[in-house]
């Protein structure tokens, strides 16, 4: 962790607590077969069944001496409860005086409806909308019959980021992660929601950029509105490509 601190010459550092599943296998620490290992021991679960390498990690990471921010983002939270345990293993970690941000994945729905009593709770939140979109939609994001229907740009989802942002108010920031951060359609709905913070691939960062400057806030927010309210996920895309399409090119 002090290594990629010092690459990062400055820049915040976020680091995610361990969270096992079948997308991201540890081959140092396997884990036994489960009939549904996406409802599973998953992010906070796993630490709670394993906290002892909870604990490493999170004394790692505040072991890192930076200039710039550090935090510490704890995954798949469903309840109050599940983040006061992370906080005050984190607190036990580090001390409260030289404890780094503390934040939330908030990837699961429940997360999302119940933002406004776990924002007392934490720095930042940061919604994944992979599993976010898994989990709303009830679709496996990894199954093969099911490819490009598990949109995180579905109502559905969008309605859960907007309730994120509107929990959250408070915090210092509230970010986006997933495949949905690295979508330049998305950027422009995204910041009309109150999203202050996309965490997109670097080869999407330039795009997103250009995008986004094309809009004023209130055009973002027009266009969230109606994103809110659209009938499909591919409505919402369309809205999405007439809006970002340059003027003459739209149809």
């Known amino acids: 962790y002090q290594a990629v601190a010092d690459a ?3 820049r915040p550092l976020v680091i995610r607590t361990l969270d096992p599943a079948g997308d991201k296998p540890l081959a140092f620490l396997p884990t036994p077969p ?3 290992p996406a409802l599973g021991l998953r992010g906070v679960r796993a630490a709670r069944s394993r906290p002892d390498i909870l604990d490493a990690q999170l004394r790692a990471i505040c072991s890192v001496r930076s200039e710039a921010p550090v935090a510490v983002m704890i995954p798949m939270i469903s309840s109050v409860e599940e983040t006061t345990w992370a906080r005050e293993r984190l607190d036990a970690a580090c001390g409260r005086n030289n404890r780094p941000l503390f934040g939330l994945m908030i990837e699961t729905p429940a997360a999302a409806v119940i933002a406004d009593r776990l924002a007392p709770l934490v720095d ?13 939609l009830a679709m496996d994001r990894e199954h093969p019959s099911l490819t490009g229907q598990c949109d995180a740009l579905h109502p559905a989802v969008l309605r859960l980021i907007g309730q994120t942002v509107a929990g959250a108010r408070g915090v210092k920031w509230v ?5 949905l951060a690295s979508d330049p359609l998305a950027a422009p709905i995204l910041v009309g929601l109150g ?4 965490s997109a691939a ?13 809009f004023t806030m209130e055009q973002c927010q027009a266009l969230a509105r ?4 659209a009938p499909t996920a591919e409505a919402v895309r369309t809205l ?4 970002v399409a340059p003027a003459g090119d739209a149809q």
């Open 34 to 36: 489960e009939a549904n």
């Open 195 to 198: 999203v202050t913070e996309l």
């Open 124 to 136: 930042f939140v940061s919604i994944g909308t992979n599993d976010l979109a898994q989990y709303t």
């Open 202 to 214: 670097p080869s999407a960062v330039a795009e997103i950029k250009a995008t986004v400057r094309r």
């Open 8 to 10: 990062l010459e400055g």
């Open 175 to 179: 970010g986006v992660c997933g495949g």
């Open 226 to 229: 109606r994103a809110l309210i």
């Open 240 to 243: 999405a490509r007439e809006a």
